[in-house]
């Protein structure tokens, strides 16, 4: 079963932020917090990933709550390009093979 | 810059059929799965490898098998396809952190 929980799905207008939460409230120590996108019938994008400090890059930022319970992705401009299905994963890097347990994700529907 | 591409993108099996899936990638990464998904659903995998001449059974194997003979090629077999393998199937690569997909094999089994 997937470690994490994020909602069904959400609504965010085009050019505003998009906030996705993921709740990984049994995350352990050493396990890092992943995110992928997919677009309708293409194959899964990685976006980013981090361990405990908040993680920026071209595409997307990543805030971890002090205590690694919960995790927020950050679009910060929205476009119709970013509707997608977004999948919240932890995986540790200690593992020798890279198994990734996905959940059903969080459908983002952005509205022009 | 190819990535990791798959072929064939689509294909249509009778019950019983044999087809092998091929993964290709071109960016020396050590480690390569294969993915299935069901509409509506998330990835399981199926098989995995963490280098060259070494697999391995992920959450779904039975009725499947791979071979990592070159470190740029996975390829996914079906030895006797079933109706239950009808699905969209992924390969990715990974150098142990982000993974690479590619775009997909649609497989309908009749």
């Known amino acids: 079963d997937a470690k994490t929980t994020q909602p069904t799905s959400m609504d965010c207008a085009e050019g505003r932020a998009a906030n996705l939460p993921c709740n990984h409230s049994?995350?352990?120590?050493?396990?890092?917090v992943y995110w992928y996108r997919q677009i309708h019938s293409q194959g899964p994008q990685y976006i980013i990933h981090g361990l405990k400090n908040n993680e920026t890059n071209e595409m997307a930022s990543l805030i971890i709550t002090e205590d690694r319970k919960s995790s927020t992705l950050i679009l910060p401009h929205a476009t119709l390009r970013d509707t997608a299905v977004y999948y919240c994963?932890?995986?540790?890097?200690?593992?020798?093979?890279?198994?990734?347990?996905w959940g059903a994700g969080t459908k983002l529907i952005i509205k022009p | 810059n190819a990535g990791v591409t798959q072929t064939p993108k689509f294909r249509v099996l009778k019950t019983g059929q044999s087809m092998t899936l091929l993964c290709a990638q071109d960016m020396n990464h050590e480690y390569m799965y294969w993915y299935r998904q069901d509409p509506g659903m998330g990835l399981r995998l199926i098989h995995y490898?963490?280098?060259?001449?070494?697999?391995a059974k992920g959450e779904v194997p039975d009725g499947y098998n791979v071979s990592r003979l070159k470190k740029q090629n996975f390829l996914l077999g079906l030895e006797s396809a079933a109706p239950s393998q009808t699905s969209v199937y992924f390969c990715?690569?990974?150098?142990?952190?982000?993974?690479?997909f590619g775009q997909g094999t649609r497989l309908t089994v009749v």
């Open positions: 049994t995350i352990s120590g050493n396990e890092y």
């Open positions: 994963i932890v995986r540790s890097h200690m593992d020798s093979n890279y198994q990734l347990i």
């Open positions: 990715a690569s990974s150098y142990g952190s982000g993974a690479f």
């Open positions: 490898s963490v280098g060259e001449g070494t697999t």
